[in-house]
């Protein structure tokens, strides 16, 4: 069974430049959560999508979005990078139904971005 | 709004000693509480969730953690440390039914022989 797989591992960008990571998720779950970590400190919650849409947002500019999948897959896009976008992206699965928000959340490996 | 608090950046040990890695939260609402572990360049793995069954909670690696209420903290002990266990350890919180974790800023645990 796989976990939560994310793609590219690493990559470096030039500021001003889009990127786009991916995320598929533990087999049979539905909700997809992207975190940022910058150097040294802990996962910051980017967005949630269930159901291919955005279900929670933390304090992130427009410049991040994401999309959702059918299958549950899922993107993270930023748009005119900057240096501070620098950071660990970590995506996160878990299985949302009624009843069931006490359910682990599972993280994947994470992609490295570096904005130079 | 949900908080966490990790005291200490860095807690240093000897092989064999007890860990406790210190944790206190901020909520508003009845939280649940995680623990996550990430070694060098890597993701988060779960060590112990509470969700608001027993208060004291077990987890992999010999590491557990009790809820005290009245402290609002989810301190993480074990009786004692090995060398593997050296890493960056978060404590977590989320309200239920919304799957969000509010991460402290991390404890790195070293562990000399």
């Known amino acids: 069974d796989a976990g939560v797989t994310q793609s590219p591992t690493h990559l470096i960008k030039t500021r001003g430049q889009q990127v786009t990571l991916r995320c598929s998720p533990k087999s049979g779950h539905d909700t997809v959560s992207w975190y940022q970590q910058a150097l040294g400190q802990g996962p910051q919650f980017i967005f949630q999508?269930?159901?291919?849409?955005?279900?929670q947002r933390g304090n992130f500019p427009d410049r991040f979005s994401g999309h959702q999948f059918p299958n549950y897959s899922s993107e993270l896009n930023v748009n005119a990078l900057l240096l501070g976008d620098s950071a660990l992206y970590l995506c996160a699965s878990s299985f949302t139904r009624q009843g069931n928000s006490g359910n682990t959340i599972y993280f994947g490996e994470g992609s490295w971005l570096t904005v130079v | 709004a949900q908080s966490v608090t990790q005291l200490g950046s860095h807690v240093s040990v000897s092989e064999g000693a007890l860990v406790l890695l210190r944790c206190n939260y901020s909520s508003s609402v009845p939280p649940y509480l995680f623990w996550y572990v990430q070694y060098p360049n890597q993701g988060l793995q779960l060590l112990l969730k509470y969700t608001s069954a027993a208060t004291l909670v077990k987890g992999i690696n010999g590491f557990e953690a009790e809820f005290k209420k009245s402290e609002t903290s989810f301190h993480l002990t074990k009786p004692s440390a090995h060398m593997s266990d050296a890493a960056e350890y978060f404590c977590?919180?989320?309200?239920?039914?919304?799957?969000?974790?509010?991460f402290g800023t991390g404890t790195r645990l070293l562990v000399s022989p």
């Open positions: 977590a919180v989320s309200e239920p039914g919304f799957q969000k974790l509010v």
């Open positions: 999508y269930y159901e291919e849409e955005e279900r």
